[in-house]
C-alpha cells in the first residue's frame, strides 16, 4: 500500500510515486496495472515516472481507487505531478527559444 507521506525530501508525493509504491505492493506488473487502468504500459511507465500525467476524470478515479490513498493525499500528488510536468515543459521551452 502506498505510504502518504513524502519521500526523497520532497515536498509531496507525486502521482508516480503513487503508482509505482502501489504496483509494487500488489506484486503486479506494469502490463497488468495497464490493464486494470485501461490504458497502454507505454502511458503507465510514463506516468509512473512523472513524464506525463492522465488527464481524464474516469482514468484519475481508477488510479485513485488501485493506489488506495486518501482523497486529499491523491489530490496533492496529482498536482504535484501537474506542477512538475509544467515547469519541465516551460524550462524546456525557455531553453528552445533561448532565455531573455
Known amino acids: 500500500?502506498?505510504?502518504?507521506?513524502?519521500?526523497?525530501?520532497?515536498?509531496?508525493?507525486?502521482?508516480?510515486?503513487?503508482?509505482?509504491?502501489?504496483?509494487?505492493?500488489?506484486?503486479?506488473s506494469q502490463a497488468e496495472v495497464a490493464s486494470l487502468l485501461s490504458t497502454s504500459q507505454g502511458n503507465l511507465s510514463r506516468w509512473e515516472r512523472?513524464?506525463?500525467y492522465p488527464q481524464d476524470a474516469d482514468t484519475l478515479l481508477k488510479i485513485?481507487?488501485?493506489?488506495?490513498?486518501?482523497r486529499s493525499v491523491f489530490i496533492g500528488a496529482v498536482v504535484a505531478s501537474v506542477t512538475?510536468?509544467?515547469?519541465r515543459r516551460l524550462r524546456e521551452l525557455f531553453e528552445e527559444h533561448g532565455e531573455h
Open 1 to 28: 500500500m502506498a505510504t502518504d507521506k513524502p519521500r526523497g525530501g520532497s515536498s509531496a508525493q507525486t502521482l508516480g510515486s503513487l503508482l509505482r509504491g502501489a504496483r509494487a505492493a500488489s506484486n503486479k
Open 50 to 52: 512523472d513524464l506525463s
Open 64 to 70: 485513485e481507487s488501485f493506489v488506495h490513498v486518501e
Open 84 to 87: 512538475r510536468n509544467t515547469r
